[in-house]
């Protein structure tokens, strides 16, 4: 079965600064993708980056960008220049192949201006 | 693209009764619909997968008669709450996929719908 993990139930970051949401997930596929989901107050679930398990590159999305660690089952999303539109939940989620998404905890980033 | 809605935004209704929620692609055909819910301040929890003109799949514990799910065409699915109870409101949210093969993105990236808030009074 696959899991996904978020360890950190909430983070805070001054506005302008750095920071690391972290995500670690067990699945016995080697094909798969895995997913950073935004979810601002309006609840609306948004897509901030993708990885596909195959590709070594770490994706980057202009402020965002991941840790992708395939050994260590390790998936960190990295958030540069923080602005207060940042703030909301973050989940991580992984799919493979055509079954359903699995998601994490989530984790709640909080924006100190 | 890729957009998906949902209607109602938000309903309230009174207990017992049944209420229907729609979830449309709106310019791409969904071969596959997911509903989830959410509870506040936790994650998605998938409550069924349905696609086009076949039955849906319930998860584990979820209850098929009170949760009626139909997929009755490729940009349209409902999520029909029977009987509802108090202990029924919740946030409920959809996504659609689009068919294998869409030249952009993944074939297995999921599209949320803006969610439905119901309330059971």
């Known amino acids: 079965a696959q899991t996904v993990t978020q360890s950190q139930p909430e983070m805070s970051v001054q506005e302008a600064e750095t920071v690391t949401l972290s995500c670690t997930y067990d699945?016995?596929?080697?094909?798969?993708?895995l997913f950073w989901y935004k979810q601002p107050p309006s609840r609306q679930m948004i897509l901030v980056i993708r990885q596909e398990a195959y590709k070594q590159q770490n994706a980057t999305e202009n402020r965002f960008s991941v840790n992708f660690q395939k050994a260590a089952k390790s998936f960190s999303l990295k958030i540069s220049d923080s602005q207060l539109g940042d703030a909301a939940m973050y989940f991580c989620a992984l799919i493979q192949g055509a079954q359903k998404l699995v998601f994490g905890q989530g984790t709640r980033l909080t924006i100190n201006p | 693209g890729a957009v998906v809605s949902q209607h109602p935004s938000r309903v309230i209704c009174k207990s017992g009764t049944s209420v229907k929620i729609e979830c449309r692609s709106l310019d791409f055909q969904a071969t596959t619909m997911f509903w989830y819910r959410q509870f506040p301040k936790k994650s998605l929890m998938l409550m069924a997968t349905?696609?086009?003109?076949?039955?849906?799949?319930?998860e584990q514990g979820v209850e098929k008669d009170k949760f009626l799910i139909n997929h009755a065409s490729l940009t349209l699915s409902t999520l029909t709450v029977t009987s509802a109870h108090p202990e029924d409101s919740s946030f409920y949210i959809c996504?659609?996929?689009?068919?294998?093969?869409?030249?952009?993105?993944?074939?297995?990236?999921?599209?949320f719908g803006p969610g439905t808030r119901l309330t059971v009074t």
């Open positions: 699945t016995s596929e080697s094909d798969y993708y």
């Open positions: 996504s659609a996929r689009d068919r294998p093969g869409r030249v952009t993105g993944s074939s297995y990236e999921q599209y």
């Open positions: 349905s696609n086009e003109g076949s039955k849906a799949t319930y």
